[in-house]
């Protein structure tokens, strides 16, 4: 079997164990791996040039390593020199040639086990992600189909977040209709359609948020939680000193996950997320309550953290401006906000998203190696401690299904729909 892997959609800590994973897992069980670069962009645009051979090979690697590569090797065109971007031919100027951040030529790159040495500890996706307008339409992702047959792709895993999962079971519904519409326009021989017929996706859930619905941990949550509790650390240490409130901004789009876990490991004082706006409306009395109790019993320091998604009851975003000047204005504390941005994304992944990424990536190839026509596509998932094969498209459904009571503010079935022992 030859199967492909992806990144695509927002980076997280612990895509590059994943495609580890993937890659070796895949070599194990007598696969030809590769790797598609730019996430589904690189897919649509696939290779429109030949393997290079290849000219310039890093001075720093061994002649004996560098023999069991291929020509289309990653490992050889990898510039050191640049961190770990992947370059083919890297050093020649006129090939480094790129195009809206995507090298030309060739996104679709058969790899070897020595290819992703070293990658377990990396941060963010060195095989590239991107969002791709273009896989979002009909001509993009017929084009995208056309590439992996050309390729004599017949797995994928693709790794990413809610989006790039709809995506990818997207491909997956629609991929017998593209592979008629391919023949049919002299694209593929009768052959290619007849081996071709089923498209393998298994899905691997990368996303710092962890709004993925039907598993306990997406990868790349846990070290994004990592980076925001060292960053409350750090600024408790300066709250406690001058006795000052903070309010911290976290990530987590729809999700307050990160907030949630932010505020119970770091220990603060109240957390606004989308799924439980404060019950009272306005809020800001009700969290003027908690914090003023909190200092009468000798607090020195007081953290709020707000998701970026947060929100009134009536839908109305809280920002952390808004509630740096309540505090200021009704408590009267000396308050700063801190927006921890990117911090949360970058960096090495701590030992959780090495583990379970290792774990699903080897899953993810299982699946596509006892994939039969008949089953459902697979997201790799985790659940008590478990990792579980749960079909893609009941997992995208019902983490739409938080979004839209979200929206419709029945707060209590978006609490319930993210963990069913939720009490109000
Ligand atoms: P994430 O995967 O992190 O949630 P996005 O929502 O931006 O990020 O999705 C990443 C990419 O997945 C998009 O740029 C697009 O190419 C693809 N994608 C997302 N939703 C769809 C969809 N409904 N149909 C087809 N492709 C989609």
């Given at each position: 079997m030859r199967i492909a892997v992806l990144t695509s959609g927002g980076d997280s800590a612990g895509m590059n164990p994943a495609v580890r994973a993937v890659v070796k897992a895949g070599i194990t069980k007598g696969c030809e791996v590769y790797v598609i670069r730019e996430g589904y962009e690189g897919l649509v645009r696939g290779?429109?040039?030949?393997?290079?051979?290849?000219?310039k090979v890093h001075r720093n690697l061994p002649a004996e390593r560098l023999a069991?590569?291929?020509?289309?090797s990653l490992l050889k065109n990898l510039s050191f020199g640049d961190g770990p971007a992947l370059r083919?031919?890297?050093?020649?100027a006129e090939e480094d040639e790129q195009e809206s951040g995507t090298l030309k030529g060739r996104h679709i790159v058969r790899v070897g086990?020595?290819?992703?040495?070293?990658?377990?500890?990396?941060?963010?996706?060195f095989i590239g992600s991107a969002r791709s307008?273009?896989?979002?339409?009909p001509e993009g992702r017929l084009a995208a189909a056309h590439n992996l047959i050309k390729e004599g792709i017949d797995g994928l895993v693709v790794c990413g977040g809610d989006g790039s999962l709809t995506g990818a079971d997207r491909l997956r519904a629609e991929w017998p209709d593209l592979v008629k519409q391919l023949l049919s326009s002299n694209q593929i021989t009768q052959d290619q359609a007849t081996t071709y017929a089923h498209l393998k996706i298994s899905g691997l859930v990368g996303s710092?948020?962890?709004?993925?619905?039907?598993?306990?941990m997406t990868i790349g949550a846990p070290t994004a939680l990592h980076r925001i509790c060292e960053a409350i650390d750090n600024i408790n240490s300066t709250a406690a000193s001058h006795s000052r409130a903070f309010v911290v901004e976290v990530m987590g789009r729809h999700c307050g996950w990160l907030a949630l876990m932010a505020g119970v490991s770091a220990g603060a004082d109240y957390v606004f997320i989308p799924e439980q706006p404060?019950?009272?409306?306005?809020?800001e009395e009700e969290m003027c309550e908690v914090i003023r109790r909190h200092r009468e019993v000798g607090k020195r320091k007081t953290i709020v953290i707000v998701a970026e998604g947060a929100h009134d009851r009536d839908l109305n975003p809280i920002k952390a401006d808004k509630v740096k000047d309540v505090l200021t204005e009704v408590l009267k504390l000396d308050t700063r906000v801190t927006t921890l941005g990117h911090t949360q994304r970058g960096g090495r992944p701590v030992a959780m998203d090495r583990i379970l990424p290792t774990l699903q990536g080897i899953d993810a190839v299982n699946a596509l190696l006892e994939a039969t026509p008949d089953q459902p596509s697979y997201m790799i998932g985790i659940h008590e401690n478990k990792i579980l094969r749960i079909p893609l498209v009941d997992a995208v459904k019902q983490t739409q299904a938080v979004a839209a009571a979200i929206e419709a503010r029945d707060f209590a079935t978006a609490m319930s729909l993210r963990d069913p022992e939720f009490e109000q």
């Open positions: 290779n429109t040039a030949p393997p290079r051979p290849h000219r069991h590569f291929g020509d289309d083919e031919g890297a050093g020649d086990w020595d290819d992703v040495r070293g990658w377990m500890g990396e941060g963010g996706t307008a273009a896989f979002r339409t710092i948020d962890n709004d993925m619905a039907l598993t306990d404060p019950k009272s409306q306005p809020w």
